[in-house]
C-alpha cells in the first residue's frame, strides 16, 4: 500500500481567493515505511506575504525583492518557480495514491483551489485521510495539534521552530504511525506463509480462523471462588452482575 505524507504552507486562509502556496513537502510511505522518497518545492505566489503568515513559517518576507536583511538560509520566493511549473510533478508524485494530511480539508481545498485555477485535474477528498480528525476521535477532548501529539508520543520536534512543509510532513509521518500502531501495525499478518504461494507473499484473502481446540482457563478455583465472594460483597445492583446476567 503505498501512501503519501503530505503538508503546504501558504501566504494566509483563503484558497479561492488572493491567498497562494508557497510550499510544497511530500514524503512516501510503502506498507507503513518511509522508502526516502519525497516531493518538495518552494512555489513563488507572485504576491507580497503578509506579516502573519510569514512569523509562521518564515518564508518571504519580501517576494519582488530579496530582503536587504535576510539571515543566512533564509528563503524568498523571488526566483522560485510559478505553481502551475511544478503542478504536473507533484500530480506525477502523488498518483491515486492516499495522502495523509493534518487537517486535510485546509489542504486540500488549497491544493484543489491552485490546480483548478492553473487547469490541472483536482484532486478527490476521499484521497485524502484526515489525522487531525483521527487524533479527535482517538483522544477527545485532548490537543489534536501535532505539537500535541508529538508530546504525547514522545516524537523529537525539537527542529520544529517554525513550520515547513517538508519538515511537518516527516514528522506527521511519524505521528501517523504511532497512531496506527507502528511501523507495522498488522505484524505481517498480510503476509500467508503455507497457504499454496510462495513463503511472505501478500493476499489479501488472509483471514484469521479458530483455534482448533479452545485454551484451557488459566483462572484456579480458589481465584473464581475469591472474585465471587467479592461481588456478592457489592450487592444485588452491582454492575458486574447485571452485565454477567446478559
Request: hydrophobic share 35%.
Amino acid at each position: 500500500m503505498r501512501q503519501i505524507v503530505l503538508d503546504t504552507e501558504t501566504t494566509g486562509f483563503e484558497a479561492e481567493g488572493s491567498d497562494r502556496i508557497v510550499e510544497i513537502g511530500c514524503l512516501e510511505l510503502f506498507n507503513h515505511m518511509p522508502t526516502g522518497k519525497t516531493f518538495h518545492v518552494y512555489t513563488n505566489p507572485e504576491r507580497m506575504m503578509p506579516d502573519e503568515a510569514f512569523g509562521v513559517h518564515g518564508i518571504g518576507p519580501d517576494l519582488l525583492e530579496p530582503p536587504q536583511d535576510a539571515k543566512p538560509g533564509q528563503i524568498t520566493l523571488r526566483d522560485k518557480p510559478l505553481f502551475k511549473e511544478v503542478a504536473q510533478g507533484f500530480l506525477d508524485f502523488v498518483q491515486d495514491s492516499q495522502m495523509v494530511i493534518h487537517n486535510a480539508k485546509f489542504d486540500m481545498r488549497f491544493l484543489n483551489a491552485e490546480l483548478k485555477r492553473n487547469g490541472f485535474r483536482t484532486l478527490p477528498m476521499d484521497q485524502s485521510l484526515d489525522t487531525l480528525a483521527m487524533a479527535r476521535k482517538k483522544f477527545p477532548g485532548s490537543p489534536a495539534t501535532l505539537d500535541a501529539l508529538c508530546r504525547r508520543y514522545g516524537i523529537d520536534n525539537s527542529n520544529r521552530v517554525l513550520h515547513g512543509a517538508l519538515l511537518d510532513s516527516e514528522i506527521l509521518a511519524d505521528v501517523y504511525l504511532e497512531m496506527i500502531g507502528g511501523r507495522q501495525p498488522d505484524f505481517g499478518l498480510s503476509a500467508v506463509a503455507g497457504s499454496g504461494g510462495a513463503e511472505g507473499s501478500e493476499s489479501d484473502d488472509w483471514r484469521p480462523f479458530p483455534r482448533p481446540a479452545t485454551l484451557p482457563s488459566r483462572i484456579t478455583d480458589e481465584e473464581t471462588a475469591a472474585h465471587t465472594t467479592f461481588i456478592d460483597k457489592m450487592g444485588d445492583d452491582a454492575l458486574w452482575k447485571k452485565l454477567s446476567s446478559h
